[in-house]
């Protein structure tokens, strides 16, 4: 038998390895693809995965397995539906598609060994001692990843933990599409992600934040327990609290405990002979799309990159890491909002009217016109509601306090001399951020009538006009350096502040009459 042109060994049998190891194997045969994993080929811990309609035609031009997949076992919706005191709203044009994860993951099997990939499963892969004689090894390992712990020094890793807790679930009453559901109960604020897998179970997944898991006592399960054991106690807990939108149902247990979502980064993706994807090198919040969407990406660029550079390993792995990093690392920035967004929504579920709330949830990753785009209606909703209130347009809604009076809410910062100027160092924390806000409020002469929030980041002017006018009662004006009405009309009609401010000049050179 002739010697394969090339041997490449994949730790990790998931979405990601398993789809890498079917594209170079159809597009080389003479390839040779060991995939290793260490568990049997029906584990999955989880329960769905969900794919939107962008990424299903990104994915199916590579490989059509994902498409038949989801035709024959999938689920697909248009409208997302939010939840709240008693309301339940809608915006459509939100296209996507999920499968449960032990569907997917058989079918993917099934594609790489037809391709002729050898599955090891039940086969641990230690470190990379394990593969020697290998020309390349991808790491598909996940976020735990034992090669990228290996490889540090090189690929310098960084971790950021996020303060909300998240379980995942899944549940026998079937959700019509994505679903998001948010109460109040007697020990704090829980929120739910639903959206139906296959015929007859959905996905469950509920974030918290860590004083209402406290007060709710469940924080007692050990977590340091093997994978495996679920979460008893919570699973009563929520049943009782979310009984009425689960009508009758139970909870379903799948390795279901508590965590805090860590996004992972890497410098770099790369060492040596190995290269990492999916969660091994990246996470991203799952509130803005799932680790196995971005794993299956990851392998085709993977495969295609190897594909067209032939035997010249180390300008393939180049090539990878140039498309896929940039890609990947503006994911991650774009989720940074939507997870703030969760380690917060008690603040938002309290102080916001159910329409108000709906379009602060829908625009914290998206602006008012993409919105638009998508479900005119529901942006003419919200719009109505703010004019019944307040009898204007949004930006052109006066703005009257105790001694200041403003004709709108585009402001400039030449106007804003009557206001207390608090500035923002780059990166502030969010616990530098309520400080700030307890300096002002002890300040001289107590609290201020307006706040005029400068410098820092777009999420931190944000989070920290929110402390001040959700919280804490004080109305708050953003500085901005230049004028996007989008960005401005965002801000206004969702609540995030009561005013935006830009230099007079700015606002002239725009044509903008504050």
């Known amino acids: 038998m002739p010697r394969p042109t090339l041997r490449i060994a994949c730790a990790g049998g998931g979405p990601g390895g398993l789809s890498f190891a079917a594209q ?13 994993e260490r568990n049997r080929p029906d584990d999955t811990f989880g329960f769905g995965v969900v794919f939107s309609d962008a990424t299903l035609a990104n994915l199916q031009d590579a490989d059509p397995v994902l498409r038949d997949a989801l ?56 470190g990379l001692e394990d593969l020697d004689g290998y020309d390349l090894v991808v790491a598909a390992d996940g976020a735990n990843s034992r090669l990228r712990a290996q490889l540090a020094d090189t690929l310098s890793p960084s971790v950021q933990v996020a303060g909300a807790k998240f379980i995942w679930f899944g549940t026998t009453h079937m959700f019509e599409g994505l679903t998001f559901v948010h109460e109040r109960g007697p020990d704090g604020v829980f929120a739910v992600h639903g959206y139906p897998i296959s015929e007859d179970v959905s996905t469950f997944i509920v974030e918290t934040d860590e004083s209402s898991w406290r007060r709710a006592g469940l924080d007692a399960f050990d977590v340091s327990r ?58 991203a919040h799952f509130s803005v799309g799932s680790g196995t969407k971005m794993a299956m990406e990851d392998a085709v660029a993977l495969a295609a990159a190897i594909g067209e550079h032939g035997d010249d390993l180390d300008a393939a792995l180049a090539a990878y890491e140039e498309r896929r990093h940039p890609l990947v690392r503006r994911i991650q920035d774009s989720a940074r909002p939507s997870l703030s967004w969760w380690e917060h929504f008690g603040r938002y579920h309290d102080a916001l ?152 000049a700015v606002l002239a050179g725009a044509g903008v009459t504050a």
């Open 226 to 283: 093997p994978p495996g054991p679920s979460d008893m106690r919570t699973k009563a807990y929520l049943e009782s609290l979310f009984a009425e939108h689960l009508e009758g149902c139970e909870l379903l247990v799948n390795n279901s405990r508590w965590g805090n979502f860590r996004t992972l980064r890497c410098a770099r993706w790369r060492a040596r002979r190995v290269v990492l994807l999916g969660d091994a090198v990246h996470t």
């Open 353 to 504: 009217e159910p329409t108000q709330f709906a379009f602060h949830f829908l625009t914290r990753a998206l602006g008012c016109e993409k919105l638009q785009r998508r479900d005119p209606g529901f942006v003419e909703a919200v719009e109505r509601a703010w004019l019944d209130e307040h009898h204007h347009p949004p930006l052109s809604t006066p703005l009257r306090l105790r001694s200041m009076s403003f004709p709108g809410r585009v402001l400039t910062v030449e106007e804003l001399d009557g206001a207390r100027a608090l500035r923002l160092a780059a990166p502030a924390t969010e616990a530098g951020l309520v400080r700030a806000v307890d300096d002002l409020e002890l300040g001289a002469g107590g609290a201020p009538e307006l706040v005029a929030i400068h410098g820092g980041t777009s999420l931190t002017r944000t989070l920290l006009a929110e402390e001040c006018r959700l919280t804490r009662g004080i109305p708050a004006v953003v500085v901005e350096d230049g004028f996007d009405r989008d960005q401005a009309l965002r801000l206004v009609l969702s609540g995030r502040a009561d005013a935006v401010a830009v230099p007079a």
């Open 71 to 126: 035709a024959a076992h999938g689920v697909h919706w248009d409208r997302i539906e939010v939840r709240l005191k008693g309301r339940r709203l809608h915006c459509a044009g939100n296209g996507m598609a999920a499968i449960a994860r032990r569907t997917l993951l058989s079918l993917l099997q099934a594609r790489a060994a037809e391709a002729g990939a050898d599955l090891r499963f039940e086969t641990e892969v230690a």
């Open 24 to 36: 170079v194997r159809r597009a080389n045969p003479s390839v040779e693809v060991t995939v290793f």
